[in-house]
């Protein structure tokens, strides 16, 4: 594994300058024999050297080489990081050189997987550079940042000790299985395993937000034909994304499309109008729109002020109830009208627009941040974000519900010893305590090459 490996670590295309990291053992001899400055063999690490990058005799760029000795860099292994101009011939050009020199394209996420089999960080950790590479707001970045910093590992750390400890006794009474001794006391285990429960529905609840941190909030947007659902996303997007007519029935499909609202992303579903339809794509797209609202994370019910009943208005709130999920009532088109009705005016669920106008989206933007609760992930809880530790999440947590049956069913001490291994084992995947080289190369395949 301590082959030299390298990689272009900042992204392809033209830039003013470029970075390609090396690492391994012979990461500083390799870069040294193409180098024309000081001799790099001989100084000492976190020190930036400038000169030439030759091919024999030619020069192929004037670069600052950075070295990082053993243990001291990402990887904890001897490291260099080469910055040339940014040209896409420069750096093919050296990455060649080097590899002529006997150095490996590295593979993808290959850095961080050293990092981690090195013991820098522990595989929680290492994913979340992967996530935080890839945020693009603030709720993300919350996100990633915790979790690189051990804010995941850290709760599954305590949880298995506890149970590590409970473990182990079970296996002592084993070892004494002929003079029935109970080291273990199964009320005490029971407890404790009511207590890890708590936490591990904490963190699988927390997926949710954490995958709507990820993917963004789905908001969507549902009513009438002609209501002006699609003029509405434009506005939000402040593109124009979708289809705009006065002719009913206009948007057949869902369209799709982000925005970021107070640090957090917000993903848009405009839909088909609600309506009885007989044209067959049509009736789809409607369909559609029911499936979007039962996936979304909160429903705007976008009305015609100039044309919807109240009746109607508040019927629909009502099925919006029974939906139990959080709503707003958008009534669009006031430049149409005089007066709005006094029973919505009263009503906390809503407010009104003129889309076409782009009047009162500011206003709704700021009811939508709300209503969705995102605030709450602020306070520096724990969050999931990764589907990978839902699933051993909910694994473990099966597996010490079998534990508890056992206990009640009174089943033999090897038995329960084996069910509390399997949860053990579980909450071992998440931090990579427990590990194999297919879970690995699944997780840092995903990585790009250079990270
Ligand atoms: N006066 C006025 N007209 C609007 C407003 N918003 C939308 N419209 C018009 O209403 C018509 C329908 O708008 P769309 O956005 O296509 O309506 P929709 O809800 O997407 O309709 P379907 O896709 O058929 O379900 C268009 O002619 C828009 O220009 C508004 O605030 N005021
Ligand atoms: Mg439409």
Wanted: glycine content about 6%; aromatic content about 6%.
């Amino acid at each position: 594994m301590n082959d030299t490996i390298v990689a272009l670590a900042t992204p392809p295309g033209v830039g003013a300058i470029a970075v390609i990291r090396l690492s391994g053992a012979e990461s500083i001899a390799l870069t040294a024999s193409c180098f024309d400055g000081k001799d790099l063999l001989t100084q000492k690490s976190h020190t930036i050297h400038f000169g030439n990058i030759l091919d024999g005799e030619e020069i192929v760029d004037e670069v600052l080489v950075s070295l990082f000795l053993n243990q001291r860099s990402f990887t904890k292994e001897e490291s260099v990081e080469i910055s040339c101009h940014g040209s896409q011939y420069i750096i093919n050009r050296i990455i060649q050189l080097l590899i002529r020199k006997g150095a490996r394209l590295a593979n993808p996420g290959e850095f961080t997987q050293r990092a981690y089999l090195n013991g820098r960080f522990d595989l929680a950790q290492a994913e979340a550079v992967a996530d935080l590479i890839a945020s693009e707001n603030e709720s993300s970045h919350a996100a990633a940042l915790n979790q690189m910093r051990g804010g995941i590992s850290k709760e599954i750390k305590a949880l298995r000790e506890k149970l590590v400890h409970f473990a182990s006794m079970i296996e002592l009474e084993l070892d004494f299985s002929e003079e029935d001794v109970e080291f273990a006391s199964r009320d005490e285990l029971k407890e404790l395993i009511k207590g890890i429960d708590k936490v591990l529905v904490k963190l699988i609840d927390s997926f949710q937000l954490g995958n709507v941190i990820k993917n963004g909030v789905p908001v969507v947007i549902v009513g009438k034909p002609n209501a002006g659902k699609s003029t509405l996303l434009n506005a939000l997007l402040e593109e124009e994304k979708a289809i705009v007519s006065d002719i009913a029935g206009t948007t057949r499909d869902t369209i799709e499309d982000e925005i970021n609202i107070g640090g957090v992303k917000f993903r848009f579903i405009d839909t088909a109008g609600l309506r009885e339809t007989t044209d067959q794509i049509e009736a789809i797209g409607v369909e559609r729109a029911n499936q979007k609202m039962k996936e979304s994370s909160l429903i705007m019910y976008l009305f015609d002020l100039s044309t919807e009943g109240l009746n109607v208005i508040l019927a629909q709130e009502q099925q919006l109830i029974e939906m139990d999920k959080p709503y707003i009532l958008v009534g669009n088109k006031r430049d149409k009208v005089e007066s709005e009705p006094a029973a919505l005016l009263e009503n906390e669920h809503y407010i009104s627009i003129a889309a076409k106008q782009e009047t009162g989206v500011a206003a709704l933007k700021d009811m939508i941040f709300a209503k969705s609760q995102m605030d709450n992930f602020k306070t520096g809880n724990v969050v999931v974000t990764n589907a990978r530790h839902h699933q051993s999440l909910v694994n473990t947590q099966n597996a010490l519900h079998d534990v508890v049956r056992g206990i009640d069913n009174q089943i033999t001490n090897d038995f329960l010893a084996q069910d509390i291994r399997h949860s053990l084992y579980y909450l071992g995947e998440i931090t990579g305590e427990i590990s194999t080289d297919d879970l690995l190369d699944n997780i840092f395949s995903k990585f790009c090459i250079g990270k």
